[in-house]
């Protein structure tokens, strides 16, 4: 596993990087890496079995996407903390950015914040996040790297008493230039049920990560979502990461149009 480093990029305890100086194509992001709470937000009114769950963070992510970074030479930026405390992948006007239920369980914690007690998490959790990945992005333009940006989730296997049949879930918008031949890769190799799409799909405001950092400067990217039950144990995250390390060495470079030229952030800030 490459060297993690805290100092030179990240600046929060809210945000890590690993591999920052990774020369490979792509950069990996994982939203919803940890189910940490700061000891201030106590458990946010919740039952401990509550804080492992999937309402907390993404089961088995965060090993798999080290995996990835490991292998395709990546920077990796993952938050440090619950998303029960506040949900980095979604605007900041969005309902459940620091949101009262998940799924059916209400968060007491989350209840009547003031206006401080919410820009306190903004400033400690959202800003550190995206203003690394825009720090890593940029400085990669100036390198003269090309970024393909991909965020890896993982989903529960039951939401609301509805069975998901997917095993793996690639989330794209109408930009689906790096989307289109990672779900034909994945569905090339069999034995697994791929969802484009599914079980999410942009329109239902989970795509925000990408949209910033990404859509934003025409950055080619996808969306992963992996059913947690694949990658509860080591073994089920060395499948999906060697699975998804093979496919994206696979993609590279030729299987993809050449993307459109970089904009910088500061062009789009108004989007925001
Ligand atoms: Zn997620």
């Known amino acids: 596993m490459e060297t993690t480093s805290r100092g030179k990029l990240a600046t929060a305890d809210s945000v890590r990087v690993t591999n920052p100086?990774?020369?490979g194509a792509y950069v990996f992001t994982c939203d919803h890496a940890s189910n940490f709470l700061p000891a201030e937000y106590g458990t946010l009114g919740l039952a401990a079995s509550e804080l492992t769950r999937h309402i907390a963070w993404d089961p088995g992510a965060l090993p798999v996407a080290q995996i990835l970074s490991e292998r395709l030479g990546a920077p990796l930026v993952e938050t440090c903390i619950s998303r029960l405390v506040l949900d980095c992948n979604r605007p900041l006007d969005a309902p459940d950015l620091i949101s009262p239920v998940s799924e059916t369980t209400a968060i007491p914690g989350n209840e009547?914040?003031?206006?401080?007690?919410?820009?306190?998490?903004?400033?400690?959790?959202?800003k550190p996040f995206h203003e690394t990945i825009d720090r890593l992005i940029e400085t990669r333009a100036a390198r003269g790297l090309e970024t393909r940006l991909v965020s890896v989730h993982s989903f529960t296997?039951?939401?609301?008493?509805?069975d998901r049949p997917w095993h793996i879930g690639i989330i794209h918008d109408d930009d689906a230039r790096l989307s289109a031949p990672l779900i034909a890769a994945l569905q090339q190799q069999g034995g697994f049920t791929v969802g484009a799409n599914q079980p999410y799909s942009p329109a239902d405001r989970v795509y925000f990560t990408l949209e910033r950092h990404a859509r934003s400067r025409g950055l080619l990217c996808a969306m992963i979502e992996i059913r947690n039950d694949e990658i509860?144990?080591?073994a089920g995250?060395?499948?999906w990461g060697e699975r998804l390390?093979?496919?994206f060495t696979g993609l590279e470079p030729a299987r993809l149009p050449k993307p459109p030229p970089f904009r910088p952030l500061h062009s789009i800030e108004g989007t925001i």
Not at 112 to 123: E, F, K, P, V
Not at 157 to 162: D, L, W
């Open 21 to 23: 100086d990774g020369n």
């Open 112 to 126: 009547g914040l003031s206006a401080a007690d919410r820009q306190a998490r903004i400033d400690r959790c959202w």
């Open 157 to 162: 296997p039951v939401y609301k008493g509805v």
């Open 232 to 234: 509860r144990d080591k």
């Open 237 to 239: 995250q060395k499948k």
């Open 245 to 247: 390390a093979g496919i």
